[in-house]
């Protein structure tokens, strides 16, 4: 074997091991100590965390991830962080351990949720004086009107852009299923589409308004989407569309359906396993078939 041929081999596969062959996407909600579903602990959060750096994890955002999806290389161990619907304890737990660790997470707003006002304290400065809810109270609250008790405001989704450790992206204006509300939306699909379209340009103004720019990411409410969906979100702007859906996402993957693990409120033992497999393709398709 020739040396140039050699030394061609050896760089290629140096840069095979290098490059992540699929990129898993994680999905939080709460980062609470309140209890209730789509919670993880600040400890086991901080565990999971503390693991990712140990490990050499590199967090994506949106654009690195979509230059990934269109064929870009990314380091081998990548992984994106996504958190749902802007929830207060974001800012307040979540905020400061990726900052320890100079991580970058991707927040879906519902922007119609959020509200103007100062800056609360989080656990770096003081956490004690303020009452985080679980999340059927915070639910509760957002249908009674009181999203400010539950959802981030927009001071302080500013300083966690400014920190480097949150960007933001549409999770819609109002985080509804016009699928299921829009009056005979079966029958009449114009106006399922007509109300879905509303929803997302009011979403798309406010984050324009508030942010100054609004990206082609979107997170669909409660990760359902049909064709409908995806033809208005298309429409609107949106090309990088995130399911519920598990499962890893591929280098050339489609922008239109990244799926997405959920994370428990287990420690990073337990997180570092799951990446084990879906960072390998074919692994992850298999342990999802027989799951």
């Not at 999905?27 to 503390?50: E, I, K, L």
Request: proline share 5%; hydrophobic share 40%.
């Amino acid at each position: 074997m020739s040396t140039t041929l050699s030394t061609t081999l050896s760089t290629a596969l140096e840069t095979t091991l290098k490059t992540a062959r699929a990129v898993p996407v994680l999905m939080y909600h709460h980062v609470s100590p309140a209890p209730g579903a789509v919670t993880v602990s600040p400890v086991h959060f901080a565990d999971q965390m503390a693991m990712l750096a140990r490990e050499g994890y590199t967090t994506l955002g949106a654009r690195a991830f979509s230059e990934y999806l269109a064929g870009q290389p990314v380091p081998a161990r990548s992984v994106v962080l996504t958190f749902d619907d802007g929830y207060l304890d974001n800012w307040i737990h979540a905020h400061p351990v990726l900052a320890e660790h100079g991580f970058t997470a991707l927040g879906f707003l519902v922007t119609g949720w959020v509200n103007s006002g100062p800056v609360r304290p989080n656990a770096v400065d003081s956490a004690s004086s303020l009452n985080l809810l679980g999340h059927s109270e915070a639910k509760a609250a957002i249908e009674a009107g009181e999203s400010d008790r539950a959802i981030l405001r927009w001071s302080e989704i500013d300083a966690m852009r400014q920190a480097g450790t949150f960007e933001f992206h549409s999770h819609t204006h109002t985080h509804t299923r016009w699928d299921r509300v829009s009056v005979n939306s079966a029958a009449n699909p114009a106006t399922k589409r007509a109300n879905l379209r509303n929803d997302l340009l009011q979403a798309r103004a406010a984050l324009t308004e508030h942010l100054g720019s609004v990206s082609d990411h979107l997170c669909w409410p409660q990760g359902y989407f049909d064709t409908d969906y995806v033809e208005e979100a298309h429409a609107a702007g949106f090309r990088h569309l995130y399911t519920v859906e598990p499962g890893t996402n591929r280098r050339h993957g489609n922008p239109a359906r990244i799926l997405r693990l959920d994370v428990r409120d287990k420690p990073g033992t337990w997180l570092k396993s799951r990446l084990w497999v879906h960072s390998r393709p074919l692994l992850s398709g298999l342990y999802l078939k027989i799951k």
